[in-house]
């Protein structure tokens, strides 16, 4: 495969929603020539008017590019979008980053490799606002060739890093890093909803939480040493200690007729690791309820 650098690289972007009218714009902004397609045409109007160049079908757009990224709303719409562009994919690269479970993605492989193409799936940590920018970075993986020749181009989206040749890989750390986004969120609304319960505003309680859990955030490699090595002792923040203190977090919940819903599943593991005899034990052992058994 030849090296593509950029400037010169005809890309193809499927789906202009907000992520992809944001890719569009970094590669506007670089000089590619830039083929744009989207199930709701309107929607390409603006891009055309810098200069990108609107096609009428999926197949037409990936005609024009030899990296194809797709940037829909799920799994289904990219086969739909992807299986309409059917033979065209032939000899390109197609670089999903639409969000998609690995099963998603290992579907999806099947189907573009079944074309002729090359598939790399991408999971991309930025919001439209900061894409393009030294804050965004993407997950990279499935077919190496093609992501090496076409990484001038994607790393002006954001920092690239392939994490393996297996297609679902980057799918694989995106449910886990997802996970870890939307158990922060939920700490968040219960802490809110408590403040606001006493008539505190949510952004004075806002400023504190934020700097508190970058210092919780600090813990998480020892944490996740402590993990890998299944070695729990500690003499820093014990299971018995958590379970005590989210026990009376949750009754001050309920005590102003809040739902605990959130983090009432919480509380059940770290008295099942107490209850099992880990009281002493790091509160990071707590993954031993949720973890594949060994
Ligand atoms: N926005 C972000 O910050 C962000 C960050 C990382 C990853 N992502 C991921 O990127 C993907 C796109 O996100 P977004 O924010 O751009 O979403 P969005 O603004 O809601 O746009 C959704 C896009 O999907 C298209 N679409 C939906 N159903 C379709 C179908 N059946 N066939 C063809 N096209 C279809 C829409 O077309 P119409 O215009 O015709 O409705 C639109 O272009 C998602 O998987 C998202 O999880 C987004």
Not at 64 to 85: I, K, S, T, W
Not at 119 to 140: C, E, I, K, N, W
């Amino acid at each position: 495969m030849t090296p593509t650098t950029p400037h010169t690289v005809p890309v193809t972007v499927l789906g202009l929603g907000n992520l992809g009218q944001a890719l569009v714009g970094v590669l506007l902004a670089q000089g590619h020539p830039t083929t744009v397609w989207n199930r709701s045409a309107h929607r390409a109007g603006p891009l055309v008017a810098r200069g990108a160049t609107a096609a009428a079908t999926p197949a037409e757009a990936a005609a024009a590019g030899g990296l194809v990224v797709v940037a829909v709303l799920d799994h289904d719409a990219a086969r739909e979008v992807l299986a309409g562009a059917g033979g065209a994919l032939a000899g390109r690269t197609v670089v999903n980053l639409t969000t998609g479970g690995p099963e998603a993605a290992r579907d999806l492989a099947a189907l573009v490799t079944g074309q002729g193409a090359a598939y790399v799936d991408g999971a991309v940590y930025a919001v439209p606002q900061t894409v393009g920018t030294p804050d965004a970075f993407v997950l990279y993986s499935g077919d190496a060739a093609a992501y090496d020749a076409h990484r001038p181009v994607l790393d002006l989206f954001g920092e690239g890093t392939f994490v393996g040749d297996a297609p679902d890989l980057a799918a694989v750390h995106d449910t886990a890093l997802l996970s870890g986004m939307y158990g922060m969120f939920a700490g968040f609304f219960q802490a809110v909803a408590l403040a606001d319960a006493e008539g505190i505003g949510a952004p004075a309680v806002t400023s504190a939480l934020v700097r508190w859990l970058g210092a919780a955030a600090d813990a998480l490699p020892q944490f996740a040493q402590e993990i890998d090595r299944r070695a729990y002792a500690t003499t820093t923040s014990n299971l018995r200690m958590n379970a005590v203190g989210l026990r009376d977090i949750l009754a001050a919940t309920e005590a102003r007729g809040l739902p605990t819903d959130l983090l009432a599943p919480l509380l059940r593991l770290f008295e099942e690791q107490v209850a099992a005899g880990h009281a002493e034990a790091s509160l990071s052992r707590t993954v031993e309820s949720l973890r594949v058994p060994r």
